[in-house]
């Protein structure tokens, strides 16, 4: 099913009044994957290895991009609150979903952190969990940059932070 133009608006609309600042519609193409995304996962998180939305249990860089290649458009946003940005993309894929675009996917920001511990037999939570935009190996700062997002580093922990979630859509 092809993205309709005027379908762009309900969703951004959706993802804007739920708490994201900025909802673009973007081409996949433009959201950047790279194989050291991963590694400063193995070597800077303490989630890597004990969360199943998290490395090593994602799917790698490539992966990624091979799934990234399987869609016409993308919604890219961004949200100021780390817990927000997978329940929107969440909810905008379900809504996507009712509306006829069943390949609609989501990824969030950051770790999941539904449960205290995450159950490495399974989710407890699979209609909930979702994957991190870096925990498959996007490059969050190079494809919000290259869609006209501003985003820094923080240099202390009193600047707002910048989170994003992905919205894949055909």
């Known amino acids: 099913m092809i993205f309709k133009e005027n379908d762009m608006e309900k969703y951004l609309a959706l993802l804007r009044q739920s708490g994201a600042d900025l909802a673009r519609v973007i081409d996949p193409k433009t959201v950047a994957t790279a194989p050291w ?8 998180c303490p989630y890597y290895g004990k969360n199943l939305c998290c490395p090593p249990r994602t799917p790698a ?30 909810e905008a894929v379900r809504r996507l979903f009712r509306d006829g675009y069943y390949k609609a996917t989501a990824l969030g920001s950051g770790p999941c952190l539904l449960c205290e511990t995450c159950d490495p037999a399974g989710c ?7 994957p991190s935009m870096e925990a498959c190996g996007i490059d969050v700062f190079a494809t ?11 240099a202390d922990e009193t600047q707002q932070q910048n989170c994003f979630g992905l919205v894949l859509v055909e």
């Open 144 to 154: 919000a940059r290259a869609n006209g997002m501003a985003v820094e580093t923080l």
């Open 61 to 90: 860089w490539r992966e990624t991009q091979a799934m990234l290649d399987c869609f016409d458009t993308a919604i890219l946003f961004r949200c100021h609150d780390i817990t927000a940005a997978s329940p929107l993309a969440l």
């Open 37 to 44: 995304v991963a590694f400063k996962c193995q070597y800077g």
């Open 124 to 130: 407890r939570h699979p209609g909930q969990a979702v």
